[in-house]
C-alpha cells in the first residue's frame, strides 16, 4: 500500500474539474475543515457502497462545518453520471488530467493500477492534515473513522 | 477489529430469549437485495441454535439509492410500537420485491394495524429519529454496507451464507 501523506502535513492545494465545466480549488474551501475521500472507481461496486454510505452520513459531517470532497481519476462526465445515479449530494473531483496529479501529492497513486488508493483525509481548517487512513482497497472503510476524527479536531 | 459501540438494550428488536448467550445482531436496509437474501439465512441460523442464540434488527437504510427503504424502516417500527415488529419484518423482507407505500398500508392491514395511523406516522416522521439513532449507532461500530452482521459485538467481516455464520458464532462462542 501507498505511504499516504501524515497527520501533520499541509495538505497541498490543488484546483480540479468538479463539473464539466466548473473547477474547485481546496484554498476555495479553507476555513472549514474538508474531507477528502479518494477512491478507485465511480460505478465499481465497493465505490458505490462506501459514497452511498458517505451521502447518508453528510448531516453528521455537515454538524463539524465539514466539505465532503470525493476524489478519483474517473473524468467530469464519468462523475456526473454516476453522481446523478446514486443521488449523491456532495462533489466529485475528476483527478483525470495529469492523471491522477493530485492523488500523486497526497501519496494516493497505485501506480501499476492506474487509479488511487481508497485513501481518507480529513483536513483542519487551517489546511493541516488531521488524520489520514489508507484501506485495503477492496475494504470500504466506513464513516467511524472520519467522524472521531472530526470530533477531536480544535474547535 | 470493528466493535458494536451501542450496547444491545431492551430498546432494541430482541428475537428469542433475552438472556441467551449467544447473540447474532444484524444492521439492514428493508430495500437492500442482499438483505432480502439474507433473511432466510437468518432465520435458519435462529433454528440452529434455539433457545442458545437472540437475534437483534437495526435499521441503516440507505435512503439515497433505495427510495422505500426508509419508509419500510419506519413502517417496521410503528408495527413495533404496536407490538408486532418481527411479523412486519418478516413480510416486508418476504415481499421486497414489491416494495412500495402502498404495500406497506397493505402489510399494516394484514397485520391487524391500523393503516391510516401508519400512513400518519410516515407522513409526520414519527419514527424517523428511532431509525437514525439505529443508522448512526451503525455508523459508530464501523458499519460500511448492509447487511452487517456482529456475533457477541464483534463485526462479522466475510462471506454471511448459513455455514459461515454458524461457524463465526461457535467460534466466538468457543472464546467467550
Same mark, same amino acid.
Given at each position: 500500500?501507498?505511504?499516504?501523506?501524515?497527520?501533520?502535513?499541509p495538505?497541498p492545494d490543488f484546483?480540479?474539474?468538479?463539473?464539466?465545466?466548473?473547477?474547485?480549488s481546496?484554498g476555495?474551501?479553507?476555513?472549514?475543515p474538508v474531507i477528502l475521500a479518494?477512491?478507485?472507481?465511480?460505478?465499481?461496486?465497493v465505490?458505490g457502497?462506501?459514497?452511498?454510505?458517505?451521502?447518508e452520513?453528510?448531516p453528521e459531517f455537515?454538524?463539524?462545518r465539514?466539505r465532503?470532497?470525493?476524489?478519483?481519476?474517473?473524468g =467530469?462526465?464519468?462523475?456526473?453520471a454516476f =453522481?446523478r445515479d446514486?443521488?449523491?449530494h456532495?462533489?466529485l473531483?475528476a483527478?483525470?488530467e495529469?492523471?491522477?496529479a493530485v492523488?500523486r501529492?497526497?501519496?494516493a497513486?497505485?501506480e501499476g493500477?492506474?487509479f488511487?488508493?481508497? =485513501?481518507l483525509?480529513?483536513?483542519?481548517?487551517?489546511?493541516?492534515?488531521a488524520?489520514?487512513y489508507?484501506s485495503?482497497?477492496?475494504v470500504?472503510?466506513g464513516a467511524?473513522g472520519?467522524l472521531? =476524527?472530526l470530533?477531536?479536531?480544535?474547535? | 477489529?470493528?466493535?458494536?459501540?451501542?450496547p444491545v438494550t431492551?430498546?432494541?428488536h430482541i428475537?428469542?430469549?433475552p438472556n441467551a448467550?449467544?447473540?447474532?445482531?444484524?444492521?439492514?436496509d428493508?430495500?437492500?437485495?442482499?438483505?432480502?437474501r439474507?433473511h432466510p439465512?437468518v432465520?435458519r441460523?435462529?433454528?440452529h441454535?434455539?433457545?442458545r442464540?437472540r437475534?437483534v434488527?437495526r435499521?441503516?437504510?440507505?435512503?439515497?439509492i433505495?427510495?422505500?427503504a426508509q419508509?419500510?424502516?419506519?413502517?417496521?417500527?410503528f408495527a413495533?410500537?404496536n407490538?408486532r415488529f418481527w411479523?412486519m419484518?418478516d413480510?416486508i423482507?418476504e415481499?421486497?420485491?414489491?416494495?412500495?407505500?402502498?404495500?406497506l398500508?397493505a402489510?399494516?392491514?394484514?397485520l391487524?394495524?391500523?393503516?391510516?395511523a401508519?400512513?400518519?406516522?410516515?407522513?409526520?416522521?414519527e419514527?424517523?429519529?428511532?431509525?437514525?439513532?439505529d443508522f448512526?449507532?451503525?455508523?459508530?461500530?464501523?458499519?460500511n454496507?448492509?447487511?452487517?452482521?456482529?456475533?457477541g459485538?464483534q463485526?462479522h467481516?466475510?462471506?454471511?451464507?448459513f455455514?459461515?455464520?454458524?461457524?463465526?458464532?461457535e467460534?466466538r462462542?468457543?472464546?467467550?
Amino acid at each position: 500500500m501507498a505511504n499516504i501523506l501524515e497527520r501533520g502535513t499541509p495538505a497541498p492545494d490543488f484546483t480540479l474539474p468538479v463539473t464539466p465545466d466548473q473547477k474547485l480549488s481546496l484554498g476555495e474551501v479553507k476555513g472549514n475543515p474538508v474531507i477528502l475521500a479518494f477512491y478507485p472507481a465511480d460505478w465499481s461496486p465497493v465505490c458505490g457502497d462506501q459514497m452511498a454510505l458517505y451521502n447518508e452520513v453528510l448531516p453528521e459531517f455537515q454538524k463539524h462545518r465539514a466539505r465532503l470532497l470525493g476524489i478519483s481519476v474517473d473524468g =467530469a462526465w464519468c462523475h456526473s453520471a454516476f =453522481a446523478r445515479d446514486r443521488r449523491l449530494h456532495f462533489p466529485l473531483l475528476a483527478d483525470f488530467e495529469p492523471k491522477g496529479a493530485v492523488a500523486r501529492k497526497y501519496g494516493a497513486y497505485r501506480e501499476g493500477d492506474g487509479f488511487t488508493e481508497r =485513501a481518507l483525509f480529513v483536513i483542519d481548517k487551517t489546511g493541516i492534515i488531521a488524520w489520514s487512513y489508507c484501506s485495503p482497497v477492496a475494504v470500504n472503510p466506513g464513516a467511524d473513522g472520519i467522524l472521531q =476524527a472530526l470530533e477531536e479536531l480544535p474547535r | 477489529m470493528a466493535t458494536l459501540k451501542v450496547p444491545v438494550t431492551p430498546e432494541d428488536h430482541i428475537q428469542g430469549d433475552p438472556n441467551a448467550e449467544l447473540t447474532l445482531l444484524e444492521y439492514g436496509d428493508y430495500e437492500c437485495p442482499h438483505c432480502g437474501r439474507a433473511h432466510p439465512i437468518v432465520k435458519r441460523v435462529q433454528k440452529h441454535f434455539g433457545r442458545r442464540l437472540r437475534f437483534v434488527f437495526r435499521n441503516f437504510p440507505l435512503t439515497q439509492i433505495h427510495p422505500n427503504a426508509q419508509a419500510a424502516a419506519e413502517a417496521a417500527e410503528f408495527a413495533g410500537a404496536n407490538g408486532r415488529f418481527w411479523e412486519m419484518h418478516d413480510l416486508i423482507y418476504e415481499n421486497q420485491e414489491r416494495l412500495s407505500p402502498p404495500l406497506l398500508l397493505a402489510l399494516a392491514e394484514e397485520l391487524g394495524l391500523d393503516p391510516p395511523a401508519l400512513r400518519e406516522a410516515l407522513a409526520a416522521g414519527e419514527f424517523e429519529p428511532r431509525v437514525r439513532r439505529d443508522f448512526l449507532s451503525g455508523v459508530r461500530s464501523g458499519v460500511n454496507g448492509t447487511p452487517t452482521f456482529f456475533i457477541g459485538g464483534q463485526r462479522h467481516d466475510g462471506p454471511w451464507e448459513f455455514e459461515d455464520l454458524v461457524a463465526a458464532i461457535e467460534t466466538r462462542r468457543a472464546l467467550v
